[in-house]
């Protein structure tokens, strides 16, 4: 499977626990975004690279968040001291840069994360 | 902030009509898209239309851009119970030397057998 994948699928916490998502891109895709979504809302925008460059993160990201991309090809998620508002689920996408920029985003089935 | 909304929020129809879902955005845009999602699961990308097209056919879907209205419909003919879902349209617009995507709240959509 070439696709995006994600993990783990679910991951149930205690609060003040520190938790990570591990994301794997398409090989030959040199961004990567992270959305968090909760129930009945659209993706909201977290952080983006291009290969290992963080290029942009969103103010939702505080200082318990934080993401990184060694070596441009895998990403990972780290939340630490987890609260309960941070349930949601979070998802990862890649582009393959095409001299246009944002054109279609592949994800993957997204992490989702209950903290008790 | 969202830019996209779509309307309806929800929509239910039977087997077989056809499904209109409606986004509208506020600034001008680079190029619109639409994905699917299944309940607990990722998003599918379904479309992709650029500014400068005003309509664009894959399969039994049919989007539509008017960006003097700067709105876009995706139409679904003959729907099927396996076209239950959300879809959400996402715009791709101008920001100084990037270009930002921006989502909007996505429409439920029930396909009764």
């Known amino acids: 499977d070439t696709g995006v994948s994600q993990d783990p699928r679910h991951k149930i916490t205690k609060r003040g626990q520190n938790v990570t998502f591990r994301c794997d891109p398409i090989s030959e895709h040199n961004r990567l975004y992270w959305y968090r979504q909760t129930l009945g809302q659209g993706p909201e925008f977290l952080t983006y690279f291009q290969n290992e460059a963080q290029l942009e993160k969103s103010r939702l990201l505080s200082d318990r968040f934080s993401a990184e991309r060694p070596k441009g090809s895998f990403s990972t998620l780290e939340i630490q001291r987890t609260e309960q508002g941070d349930s949601a689920m979070y998802l990862c996408?890649?582009?393959?840069?095409?001299?246009?920029?944002?054109?279609?985003?592949?994800f993957g089935e997204g992490s989702r994360l209950t903290v008790l | 902030s969202q830019q996209g909304e779509e309307d309806p929020q929800a929509l239910s129809i039977q087997e077989g009509e056809n499904a209109t879902m409606n986004c509208s955005y506020k600034t001008s845009i680079n190029n619109l898209q639409w994905y699917r999602q299944n309940s607990g699961r990722g998003l599918v990308h379904l479309i992709l239309i650029r500014s400068n097209e005003r309509e664009k056919h894959s399969g039994r879907l049919r989007v539509t851009l008017d960006t003097s209205k700067k709105s876009s419909s995706l139409l679904i003919t003959a729907s099927r119970a396996a076209d239950t879902a959300s879809y959400f349209c996402?715009?791709?617009?101008?920001?100084?030397?990037?270009?930002?995507?921006?989502w909007g709240l996505g429409t439920s959509l029930a396909v009764n057998p």
């Open positions: 996402a715009t791709v617009y101008n920001a100084g030397n990037n270009r930002k995507l921006i």
């Open positions: 996408a890649s582009s393959g840069y095409r001299g246009e920029g944002t054109g279609e985003l592949f």
